[in-house]
């Protein structure tokens, strides 16, 4: 180890030096009205430059009777990788195309981690993922749990890639 490396006191001026151009920067262009800093005020201000690649928010698709249109087939389920998402199936005799439906559908924010493998595995285009992510951020575990509700009236979609086998006349009122 050379003089120069064992002497800490340059590389500590040139970090200064660096760190303090960044702040003048930045607080020259905050007093010209300019925005300087990355800093967004959240919940006030959302960002813009959102990457393209941002998949969002978690959204169940519609029939158009308003029923949900996954089949609880638990693909989605079954492909996470971090173990988010858990359904709970019901049987429904009435439907004979597909007879079984989420009776719970409930999806764990806090561990999520958006690769949207959910909606690439889902035969039937039921769940999507949505770019907006209005009051993700919670103070509680608990609250970072989205029910089956939330994600059917949160933005409802009901134009599925895969429509729904209409019910033969005279089985459904």
């Given at each position: 180890m050379g003089l120069w490396e064992r002497a800490y006191l340059p590389e500590i001026l040139r970090g200064l030096f660096i760190t303090g151009g960044v702040f003048l920067r930045n607080m020259f262009k905050w007093m010209t009205g300019r925005k300087g800093a990355l800093t967004s005020y959240y919940p006030e201000e959302t960002r813009f430059d959102y990457a393209a690649g941002n998949r969002g928010k978690h959204i169940l698709t519609q029939r158009p009777d308003g029923s949900p249109q996954c089949i609880a087939c638990n693909m989605c389920a079954t492909v996470c990788p971090a173990k988010v998402i858990e359904i709970e199936a019901a049987f429904d005799p009435q439907d004979m195309a597909h007879p079984k439906y989420p009776a719970r559908f409930e999806i764990d924010y806090s561990r999520?981690?958006?690769?949207?493998?959910?909606?690439?595995?889902?035969?039937?285009?039921?769940?999507?993922?949505?770019?907006e992510v209005p009051n993700l951020?919670?103070?509680?575990?608990?609250?970072?749990?989205?029910?089956?509700?939330?994600l059917l009236t949160w933005q409802p979609h009901g134009d599925v890639a895969k429509p729904y086998p209409p019910a033969p006349k005279g089985d459904r009122a």
């Open positions: 999520c981690v958006f690769c949207g493998l959910c909606v690439e595995a889902c035969p039937e285009d039921a769940i999507r993922m949505v770019k951020p919670a103070t509680d575990r608990w609250n970072m749990w989205l029910g089956k509700e939330e």
